[in-house]
Nanobody, 125 residues
Framework: DVQLVESGGGSVQAGGSLRLSCVASGYKDRSNCLAWFRQAPGKEREGVAAIYTEDHSTYYADSVKGRFTISKDNAMNTLYLQMDSLKLEDSAMYYC???????????????????WGQGTQVTVS
């Protein structure tokens, strides 16, 4: 089974930075698309950023563009989310997701990824 394990969450003051990590294991086939999602209490889960693993093209939600950076270390099989200039509204549980199938550009932040991690909490105060 595919397993995704996030880490790196925590509490930070507004304007600060955090880097989230997501380690993937158990893959039989290479993942084509990886993404970060988040869900705040009382709100729907939303897509944050995504990356194509082959060419490392990235896609960001407007709310985080210019502040967050998604990247992948293929050797370590790890996905990252560097979050800078954090705002109060960035507080949420953050999840990584993976799909072995290719997705179109407009589908990268759709929530029908087959594999999900358990989440890591980010609190901005």
């Amino acid at each position: 089974d595919v397993q995704l394990v996030e880490s790196g969450g925590g509490s930070v003051q507004a304007g600060g930075s955090l880097r989230l990590s997501c380690v993937a294991s158990g893959y039989k086939d290479r993942s084509n698309c990886l993404a970060w999602f988040r869900q705040a209490p009382g709100k729907e889960r939303e897509g944050v950023a995504a990356i194509y693993t082959e060419d490392h093209s990235t896609y960001y939600a407007d709310s985080v563009k210019g502040r967050f950076t998604i990247s992948k270390d293929n050797a370590m099989n790890t996905l990252y989310l560097q979050m800078d200039s954090l705002k109060l509204e960035d507080s949420a549980m953050y999840y990584c997701a993976a799909d072995s199938k290719w997705r179109g550009w407009n589908d990268l932040l759709k929530q029908d990824y087959p594999h999900w991690g358990q989440g890591t909490q980010v609190t901005v105060s």
